[in-house]
């Protein structure tokens, strides 16, 4: 990777325009290795380059990788209309990189959810042409029989599909609680087959995508990380195909 000056590597993280960022760095704000930088134009290595901004620490990234988990009342839009955003639930940085969700969750829904600046990584993950295996727990407000289960293994018709659709998996959990495995992520697709079958879903939580679970990157609710080289592996797990993966939906 080539070098960069330091207004630049600010711009490319989100810190403003280069005139914002060398007013940023001229004021004293920036510090590499604990030393206020107060020059922009010396070429710097940007990969793997760690600087404060404000006295708060950040580590260069060229592409943004992001899991966060995601609580009710929020909407997978950078234009959200009736409730907050959930790029209200990031720095503020981010949403000047274009970081966008992957894929939608529902506002009432909860749990894993990707988010990217990186339009190949986007378009890889919501290409229907891939069909990634996502978890999903599911609360249902009638209680959880054998025949509903059944019913969701073997297919249920909704309105707009020709054939009725099934789930990859399903088993019960508790009392009123299904755990859920889908391919096709369809919309809203596991209200709407519970609805078909009977029942009515009263929450949901997406625990996985691929093989990459929420609970294994301990992220409390409301809170993200940065996705490593070998977590985004994990994301691949489904049918392979030329172009990208499974669209990330409920």
Known sequence: MRKLTLDRILQSQGFGTRKACRALIRAGEVSIDGQPITEFAEPLAPQGLEFTVHG???????????????????????????????????????????TQPVGRLDHDTTGLLLMSDDGAFIH?????????????????????????????????????????????????????????VLVQG?????????????????????SAIGDLFLEALGLEEGHWCHLDVSQRALLSHGKEDAEGSGILES
Not at 57 to 85: D, I, V
Not at 186 to 206: E, S
């Open 56 to 98: 708060e620490q950040w580590a260069y990234h060229e592409h943004l990788y992001l899991a966060l988990n995601k609580p009710p009342g929020f909407e997978c839009s950078r234009k959200p209309s009736h409730h907050p955003g959930v790029l209200s639930l990031l720095p503020e940085q981010f949403a000047w990189r274009e």
């Open 124 to 180: 890889a993950h919501t290409s229907p042409k891939r069909q990634v295996p996502k978890i999903y727990v599911a609360t249902t407000r009638d209680p959880v029989t054998p025949a509903l289960v059944s019913q969701l293994l073997a297919g249920v018709k909704l309105d707009d599909e020709p054939a009725p659709i099934g789930v990859q998996g399903c088993r019960q959990l508790d009392a009123h609680r299904l755990e859920i």
């Open 186 to 206: 369809k919309y809203h697709q596991v209200k709407r087959m519970l609805a078909a079958a009977g029942n009515h879903c009263a929450a949901l939580h997406r």
